[in-house]
């Protein structure tokens, strides 16, 4: 009776944990996937389009340097807001998301100076289109940025709901992802634009 009862039973291996990642995140991650995208393809228009000739070479506005500066200082208080989460520094936390915020804001201040010089030197949006597609691929960046900005105060607001804390990240998490990304992504556009100008 043993022998038949055993024989009966077989010996199922435990499903594998399959991997799994929060549906906001994920999201997020397609939406950085499709930004990546778009400027790809700005980027490749852009020399595809510089080849052909008739195109208006000129310097840079200097103050682009500066911006390039505040966006990576504002990098750096972002990951030390999230490690000061990760440590329920609540205050810590709520003075570095404002700075990172402020430090947003003075970069469109900058990129919008940045067009001012380039209207200056007679580079306008619509004319040669060396100019053209400078201010497309500033100002979309602008617009990300802008996003950025906006998620940045719904992360300071929960941080002073004492809502973000060291057992749940993933506002802080995503924030600051996105905002390291759009970090990154303007230093490729600002070294694209410097070889390519």
Known sequence: MEKMISSEFK????PKQTLAMNPKKFAMWLFIGSVVMLF???????????AEGNWLYFELPSILTIS??????SSATMQWAYW??????????KVLVS???LLGVTFLVLQF???KDLVANQVYLVGNPSGSFLYVITGLHGMHIISAIV??????VSAFRLRIHAKNLLQMEMCTTYWHFLGGLWLYLFVF???YR
């Not at 390039?68 to 200082?73: A, D, G, K, Q, R």
């Open 84 to 93: 000061s989460a990760k440590k329920d520094s609540f205050s810590q936390l």
């Open 99 to 101: 700075v990172t915020a």
């Open 40 to 50: 790809a393809s700005l980027t490749s228009a852009y020399i595809v389009r510089q």
């Open 113 to 115: 100076l940045g067009w």
């Open 151 to 156: 998620f940045l105060l719904i992360v300071l």
């Open 68 to 73: 390039t500066i505040v966006i990576l200082l």
């Open 193 to 195: 634009l410097l070889l």
């Open 11 to 14: 010996i199922v291996e435990e």
